[in-house]
């Protein structure tokens, strides 16, 4: 199957500080990827849709000034959580697209702020 | 939401055929069923798809009802390694309203 990356696996961050997370698509061309969150015990929410060269599709209550995503190349989307904050700790987790209807997703990245 | 519903969990003897079933009633005729699961801690792992006709990959088999309400996902010799929770989704393409429920939570015991 097709491979999809994350980096990085694991940030601690201070409160109100930024933190960048990176997904690839290691062997194919991804026109789009998507973005969900992850809290304990809790299932997978979609939060945005990013398309490459576009700007991102967000779900309903996802704040788009917070979460910033780019999708700048067909291999790369980012995921920006500005002055992030104790309840933004969460696992995220994002996926690409292959062949328009198959997702693959990456490992995931786990966000603490303290 | 979901248009899905699967049992909250499931156990299975080491070695013996795991059957995880799931309902979707509310299918369209141009949705796939899709199966992922997803290890304590992990990224979700693509299982199997399909759309009418039974499907077979080196995972796993995938059974779908005629009427497509329903389906079954079969993994014939589970593993320790299977415990996991194993979510069934209804999506049309380019990922159009896929959406995780609450999946079933195998336990494959020794």
Redesign the interface.
Known sequence: ?AV?S?HPSRVICKSGTSVKIECRSLDFQAT?M?W?RQFPKQ????MA?SNEGSKATYEQGVEKDKFLINHASLTLSTLTVTSAHPEDSS?Y?C?A?WD?????????T?LTVL | DAKTTQPTSMDCAEGRAANLPCNHSTISGNE?V?W?RQIH??????II?GLKNNETNEMASLIITEDRKSSTLILPHATLRDTAVY?CIV?????QN??????TRLSVLP
């Open positions: 199957g999809v994350q789009t998507f969900y299932s997978l929410m979609l849709t696992f987790i996926s697209l328009y209807n198959e997702q693959f997703f990456g490992p995931g786990r | 796939y899709y992922y801690s992990q990224g979700p792992q693509y798809h979510y999506s049309g393409d380019y990922g896929f959406v995780f429920g609450p999946g």
